[in-house]
């Protein structure tokens, strides 16, 4: 508790209690993040899953980059936004919960990046996910649906 108070009274956690337009700006940066990550991870995961099968699968790969610019927005500005409130936050069980669905997702998602580029050539030429490929996929959603629903209920409980 000591380390959460002490991040609090830093010199950014004041700034950003201080100066009205920041925490805003942290607050929408982390939702555009929160957009190019999950909004690129749900498409992905859906055509690797066989839907979508007109949107070419390599096509939905591409997205990665974007998926990955939205992780690393997110933890910088969740961080910050962590700092304003981290005595609040760190007691915080949904807040818990979503750093717990965070990391599961993110090992998930690393794991998946690394079988497309180590195999991806080949399923994604022959439009054929693996069933590993597949069940990356399928944890996927379920994570993220997970961090987004914790995250909302952070304000709430």
Partial sequence: MEFLVWLENTGIAHAIRTIPWLYPAFETSHYIGLSLLVGGILLIDL???GMARALPLRGM?????????GFII????????FIYGATSFGTNGAFLLKMGFMVLAGLNALAFDVSVRRSGAQWVAADRPPAL???????????????????????YL
Avoid: D, Y
Wanted: glycine share 10%; with cysteine; charged share 5%.
């Fill in 74 to 81: 997110n933890v910088v500005t969740g961080s910050l936004l």
């Fill in 61 to 69: 790969i591409g997205l990665l980059p974007f998926v990955w610019a």
């Fill in 47 to 49: 055509r690797v899953l």
């Fill in 133 to 155: 490929v597949k069940g990356f996929a399928t944890a996927s959603l379920v994570f993220w649906l997970c961090v987004v629903t914790t995250g909302r209920w952070m304000a």
